[in-house]
C-alpha cells in the first residue's frame, strides 16, 4: 500500500508524529523530593537501629552466624549500625571438647568494635563462654597459645560445679600468669600441671 502524503503536497511523505518524551518525576505529586532513611537526623537513625538490632535475649554464636539483614542493606548503614549489633547485644559461645576456635575467630571479630580510652578498654562485648564435652588436651594447649597470643578468650574463675570449666580457668591463669615469658616456657608450665592432673584423672594424660 502506498503511503500517504499531506493535501496540497504532492510528491512529499507525511512528516513522522513526534512522540512526547515523559520526564521521569523524582518525588511525591506535589513534585517534593522524597527523603530516604539516610536524610534522617543522625539521632533517630540511631535510636531506629538500637530498636531494630538490639535482641531481649543472648545471642548464641555459630559458625553460621551473619551480620542481621539490616546490616547488609548498605555500606553506610552497615558502618553505622555494626557498633551497636555487637556491643549493646550479649552473645554466648559454646566451647565443645575444649575446642575454642569458633571462639577466637569471633573475638577477632568484635575486637574491631571494641572502644579503648587511656590504654584501657572502655566498652567492649558482653561475651559469655560455656563449656561442654570431654577433655581434650591438644584443643586446652591450642586454646592456651591463643590467650598468649593476643590475651583473648581468658577463662577467669567462675563458682561452678563443672571441673572441666575449672581446669580451663586454672590452664588460662598459668597463660596468664607467665605474660612476657615465651610460649615454650608456657608450654613447659602447662606439661606440668598435665602431670598432676593425670595422677588425679588419666583422662588428661590421653593425647586425642
Not at 520526564?23 to 535510636?47: H, V
Amino acid at each position: 500500500m502506498p503511503p500517504k502524503r499531506k493535501p496540497g503536497q504532492q510528491g512529499q511523505l507525511a512528516a513522522p508524529t513526534k512522540r512526547r518524551k515523559m520526564k521521569k518525576r523524582i518525588g511525591d505529586d506535589n513534585g517534593k523530593k522524597r527523603t530516604s532513611f539516610l536524610d534522617l537526623p543522625p539521632e533517630l537513625r540511631n535510636d531506629i537501629y538500637e530498636r531494630a538490632l538490639i535482641q531481649p535475649t543472648t545471642i548464641t554464636v555459630t559458625h553460621s552466624l551473619k551480620d542481621p539483614k539490616l546490616l547488609r542493606t548498605c555500606r553506610q548503614i552497615r558502618f553505622e549500625a555494626r557498633k551497636i549489633f555487637y556491643l549493646r547485644n550479649s552473645f554466648r559461645v559454646v566451647v565443645h571438647n575444649c575446642d575454642a576456635r569458633l571462639l577466637a575467630a569471633f573475638e577477632r571479630h568484635i575486637a574491631q568494635f571494641e572502644q579503648w580510652e587511656g590504654g584501657k578498654i572502655k566498652v567492649e562485648t558482653l561475651l559469655y563462654i560455656a563449656i561442654s564435652g570431654r577433655k581434650v588436651w591438644g584443643n586446652l594447649v591450642q586454646w592456651c597459645f591463643e590467650v598468649h597470643q593476643r590475651g583473648g578468650g581468658f577463662l577467669g574463675p567462675k563458682p561452678s560445679d563443672n571441673r572441666l570449666r575449672s581446669v580451663i580457668a586454672a590452664a588460662h591463669a598459668v597463660t596468664n600468669a607467665s605474660g612476657g615469658v615465651s610460649w615454650e616456657k608456657c608450654l613447659e608450665a602447662l606439661e606440668a600441671m598435665r602431670a598432676a592432673l593425670g595422677l588425679v584423672d588419666k583422662g588428661w594424660l590421653r593425647d586425642d
